[in-house]
Every structure is written in C-alpha cells, then in structure tokens.
C-alpha cells in the first residue's frame, strides 16, 4: 500500500512537470543603448508639441518599465558608463567630421567685425550708461528730490497753520464784534426799571460763552505779535472790563431785592462758579 501510494504521487509529479499549459516566461530587460533614451525623448517632445501635461522624467519608472531592476546594479552602472563613453565618442567624431561648420558657428561671436558682436558691444555700452545714470539718481537726484519734498511739507505746514490762524481771527472778530453790541444792550438794560430779569439772564449767558471763546482764540496766538492781534486784544479787554460793569450792576440789584430777582441771582452764581 505504501509503495503503490509513493508510485501515484511519483507519477503525479511527473505529469505537474510535463504540463504543457504550464508557462514559466521570465522577465527580460531592454538593451542599454541609444536608442532606448532617443525613444524615451521622442515621447516626450512629442508631447510637448502637442501641449499635453507631461510629469517630468522619472527614473524609477523608467527602470521598473524596462524590467532594469531585475539586473544586478554593477551591471547596470557597467552598461550605462559604457553608453556614455561611447555617446561622447560620437559626440567628439560628429565635431570631428563637421569642423568646419562648428568654427562658423564660433566665429559668430568671436569675429570682431561680426554684425551680433556690435550689436553686443553696443547694448553692454548702453548698459554701463544706464547704470551709471541709475547711480547718479539713487545718490544725487533722490537727494535732492526728498529735500524738494521736505521743503513742500514744511510749506504746507506753513500754509495751514496760516489757515487756521487767519480762520481764528475771523472768528474773533465776529465773536468780540458780537460781544459788543450784547454788552451795549446789557448795560442798557441794567438802567431800565423794573428790571427785565430774564433778558438779562439770557444776555448775560450768551455775553459769557463769547468772552470765554474769546479768550480760548488769543491765548492760542500768545506767541504773534501782529499789530493786529494786539488790536484785538484791546478790544476784548474792553468788552471784559464792560462786562464786568454790568455784572456788578445786576449783582448789587439782586442783593438789594433778592426775593424778586431769583432767576437773575442764579445766572450770576452760576457764572461765577464757572469763572
């Protein structure tokens, strides 16, 4: 039984061996030569002439595609410093054989009479012109012009400081010509019987707000000396002393009859505890 079983499974053996559908193809690699990469750049120029999106060349794959891996790697380092050495040879033979076309070549930039070599010369000079003016403008002119730019800034300063000083004498004079003719109406009233409290009230708040704002205005031109500030500075001391004329005025009427003129004695508390 055992000899019969070993004889079957000896001859089953024998039939797996001699299987014709059995296929064992190994891989082969591609020849190293030439043509190989002048096949790989055709590919690619093509591509390029095509427009087609091609990634850039990739060694690996390229090594797996041609089975390359499968090679032992001194092999593989042998045959391709082979290829180079015979590509440089070639290289050096076709020079060799077309010499003569290779020296006009060369002698399109080495003839001194040559049209490009001029033309070349030509554009170096302008070159050399262009950098020196550009030196010439970073160290001198952009000087120049950003002191230009400083002297305008310090104009405009000027200008506005004119302005605004010229916008405050304005207002000063409407504000101390105003003051006048509420100062005149007050001291007139202050000699009027009975007494109109509530006009006086509101002259002397209105009065108040002028003189303050008159004040604010020539204390910001503290520093001038114009003849005409120093007017105006007259005239504003003349409407404060008018003012408070009439203020001791009222203020003595309302300590004379204080039960009357409550209202009245309130703006002038008032007032002075702004004061």
């Known amino acids: 039984m055992v000899n019969s079983h070993s004889r079957n499974f000896s001859q089953g053996e024998m039939d797996f061996l001699n299987d014709d559908e059995l296929d064992l193809d190994l891989p082969v690699t591609a020849e190293i030569s030439k043509e190989l990469f002048a096949?790989?750049?055709?590919?690619?120029?093509?591509?390029?002439?095509?427009?087609?999106?091609?990634?850039?060349?990739?060694?690996?794959?390229?090594l797996v595609q041609k089975n390359f891996h499968y090679l032992p790697l001194d092999s593989l380092i042998r045959d391709l410093s082979g290829l180079s050495q015979r590509m440089v040879q070639t290289l050096l033979e076709q020079i060799r054989s077309n010499y003569d076309d290779y020296l006009t070549f060369s002698n399109t930039y080495t003839d001194e009479e040559n049209e490009t070599l001029i033309n070349l010369e030509k554009t170096q000079s302008d070159l050399q012109k262009f950098m020196t003016q550009l030196d010439h403008l970073i160290k001198d002119d952009i000087s120049n012009t950003q002191e230009i730019i400083k002297d305008v800034l310090e104009y405009l300063k000027k200008l506005d400081e004119i302005y605004g000083s010229l916008r405050n004498h304005s207002q000063l004079t409407e504000a101390l010509s105003l003051g006048k003719r509420l100062s005149k109406s007050l001291h007139e009233m202050c000699g009027i019987e009975p007494l109109e409290e509530e006009i006086c009230s509101g002259l002397i708040e209105q009065l108040y707000k002028l003189i303050t704002a008159s004040r604010r205005i020539l204390e910001s031109c503290a520093d001038s000396n114009s003849p005409y500030i120093h007017h105006l500075r007259n005239d504003y001391q003349d409407l404060l002393q008018e003012f408070q004329i009439s203020l001791k005025i009222l203020t003595e009427k309302c300590l004379e009859n204080p039960s009357s003129l409550q209202n009245l004695s309130l703006t002038l508390v008032s007032i002075i505890k702004t004061a």
Do not use: P, Q
Not at 45 to 55: A, K, L, P
């Open 39 to 62: 096949t790989e750049i055709e590919k690619y120029r093509e591509s390029e002439t095509n427009g087609t999106d091609v990634d850039n060349f990739d060694v690996d794959r390229f």
